[in-house]
């Protein structure tokens, strides 16, 4: 008995009925936010290019003239310098506060739900909040309260002779920005290794117990090895955020500004869309790089 098979055309239509009858339901889910997602991103992306490629001063099209000017600017590869070191400085301590606060509360204790909420607590402030009260409140020149500690006119003893003016020198003021960066997001580099610790079994501490393994051995061979995944997620994800960041350089640290308060300089003090632009796809371009230099690391 000789079993007819079925022609090319008809065997991808039925390959596409399993298919969709395995997963309909997921795509018919998820296809209209990627559509969403993707048509918002090319329509973005598109404009960009465009007018990143138009000298708003000469009239001309296309021309790599903001691409140049950029390139050759000092302003430029200062604030590149300090975003780089906002970057490397910034990624890793949001993983260590988030790794500390995650080890904590992954313990059981009595109040374990209330210290959580604590913990959750900055993640719930607006960030330009964050930044207005520690830039204005908290770090002010001269009579902010962390001044009137340091002079003596609270409660601890006198510590220097005259108000420290924060915003002096770019260490000082970006190191602010970046303290109060760190503090406001932590909570989310918190909840992701917190996920990562959770599903760790306890089956393997108990083995490691029973052969003599310290605590140390047990974080460096079991929890640290388990835990590269979401290590992985919190380095990528928040080195994209660092990257990108505006609002705490903007109101903390405005006269040593990093590449997103440049782009913001480009566009409304200089009134110069165009180069404003060109530099977005610059830190595009430099944000896809460093992203997958980390993935290649890890």
Known sequence: MIVEQPSGTQGIVDAAKTFWAKHGFSVSL??????YTAFFTIIIVFSLIQLSLTDITADAFPTLS??????????????????????????????????????????????????RSVF???????????????????FNYPFGHVNDLLLGKLFLPQMVDQPVNWYASPTLALGLALFTKVW????????????????IGNDQYEAADTMGASSVQQFS?????????????????????????????????????????????????????????AL?????????????LVSVLL
């Open 30 to 35: 998820l296809l209209p936010a990627f559509i």
């Open 66 to 115: 903001n691409y140049t000017t950029i390139l050759r600017s000092q302003d430029f590869w200062d604030a590149f310098t300090r975003t780089l070191v906002f970057v490397l400085v910034g990624t890793p301590l949001q993983l260590i506060a988030g790794f500390v606060l995650a080890l904590i509360i992954n313990r059981e204790f009595s109040g374990r739900g209330l210290v």
């Open 120 to 138: 959750l607590l900055p993640i719930a402030i607006p960030a330009i909040v964050t930044a207005v009260i520690a830039a204005f409140m908290l």
């Open 184 to 199: 406001r997001d932590m909570p989310i580099s918190m909840l992701i290794l917190l996920a990562g610790l959770q599903s």
């Open 221 to 277: 061979f079991i929890t640290i090895p388990l835990m590269v995944p979401a290590i992985s997620t919190v380095l990528i994800l928040r080195s994209i955020e660092v990257w990108k960041e505006f609002i705490f350089p903007f109101i903390i640290a405005p006269t040593f500004p990093i590449l997103g308060v440049l782009i913001d300089y480009f566009y409304h003090e200089q009134r110069n869309p165009a180069k404003a632009s």
């Open 280 to 292: 977005a796809l610059i830190l595009l371009v430099l944000i896809a790089g460093f992203t997958w």
